[in-house]
């Protein structure tokens, strides 16, 4: 099965964030410590089923990280969002293991970042077949916090 072909919201001029869900693009992003690790940047979607994969986050400066590797994805169905407060929290990650986390530098999302970026998360990657199929990929525990 060939993977599909993620973009940037941002680049999808005909799509926007459902009515029913907030756009968390400019939300804090904290780890497992509570501390901020920085900010949604941006909705990484498949165009074809219409549905966020991943969350663009760009990393707070406090890490000193290279301009051009402040940046992770994150599988959606990783996080959880407080929309009271305009948290995303990512249980995996802290202040810590972020600085080991895979940068992400490139446009197109590879199978070959995916798998690097569920090792970091401590999760086993899927083998061929279904990879978006797990809740990794689900949205519906991002979205609880909100309903």
Not at 48 to 72: A, G, M, P
Not at 76 to 85: E, N, Q
Request: net charge negative; aromatic share 10%; charged share 25%.
């Amino acid at each position: 099965m060939e993977a599909p072909i993620l973009r940037r919201l941002c680049d999808l001029t005909d799509f926007e964030v459902a009515d029913d869900n907030p756009d968390v693009r400019g939300w804090t992003v904290r780890g497992n410590d509570g501390q901020a690790l920085g900010t949604v940047f941006e909705l990484i979607v498949d165009p074809e089923i219409l549905k966020v994969r991943y969350l663009d986050i760009e990393l707070d400066t406090r890490f000193q990280i290279k301009e051009y590797e402040n940046h992770i994805l994150l599988p959606i169905g990783v996080a959880s969002l407080d929309a009271d407060g305009d948290n995303v929290f990512v249980p995996a990650l802290n202040a810590e293991s972020v600085l080991h986390y895979p940068p992400y530098v490139e446009i197109q999302v590879t199978r070959t970042y995916e798998t690097a970026m569920m090792r970091a998360l401590g999760l086993m990657p899927v083998p061929d077949g279904d990879f978006y199929g797990t809740p990794v990929h689900d949205a519906t525990t991002f979205y609880r916090g909100h309903r």
